[in-house]
């Protein structure tokens, strides 16, 4: 089976609140953890990473926290936009390697 | 950063037959690696593909179905052959550009629908 995955298929958000999307994984010899937002008919594309020796890492307008006591990644979206609607995904890095989880559709309500 | 180019963007095929989708990248990459992403789905990775040797396959996918060439840094290819519906799939092609870091970059990918 996958080792990494998502808590949620689905989560929808009203436009300007706070988004939060969860992902369980169970490789603890991961180096890093990313999460990959992917639009309708493109490819996924790198929103931001975290090492593994790090519990959080901020960026614009997003924060990825690591629990690695319970190997828990989520990714928060703060002030939640129209153009944040998409497929959210967590992946793991491991032996050269990036495996994704199952994703998390975001849909904003205006 | 980099920008990948794949064809076809899509293409209906017939059971039985066989497509090759083209990866075209703007720079020199030693890392490419092809996902599929079924409808729905998460996306599966099928082989790494480095330049000047054989494409390492992941469990469950192998040459004989997927057939990859990598004969440059900038230029890769994925064959599906031998096609059924259960092919029927998005495959994506990616580059790493810094090494060991996970932080890949993805082609729109090729939409493939197998009657």
Known sequence: GE?????????????????????????????????????????PQFIIDIR??????????????????????????????????????????????????????????? | SAVISQKPSRDICQRGTSLTIQCQVDSQVTMMFWYRQQPGQSLTLIATANQGSEAT??????????????????????????MSPEDSSIYLCSVETQRNTGELFFGEGSRLTVL
Not at chain 1, 11 to 39: H, M, P, R, T
Not at chain 1, 91 to 100: H, I, R
């Open chain 2, 57 to 82: 396959y992941e469990s469950g996918f192998v040459i004989d179905k997927f057939p990859i060439s990598r004969p440059n840094l900038t230029f890769s290819t994925l064959t599906v052959s031998n």
């Open chain 1, 52 to 110: 593994s020796n790090m519990d959080k890492r901020q960026g614009q307008r997003v924060t990825v926290l690591l629990n690695k006591t319970v190997k828990h990644l989520s990714l928060q979206i703060a002030a939640t936009q129209p153009g944040d609607s998409a497929v959210y995904f967590c992946a793991e890095y491991w032996d050269y390697k990036l495996s994704f989880g199952a994703g998390t559709t975001v849909t904003v309500r205006a």
């Open chain 1, 3 to 43: 080792s990494v995955g998502l808590h949620l298929p689905t989560l929808s958000v009203q436009e300007g609140d706070n988004s939060i999307i969860n992902c369980a994984y169970s490789n603890s010899a991961s180096d890093y953890f990313i999460w990959y937002k992917q639009e309708s008919g493109k490819g």
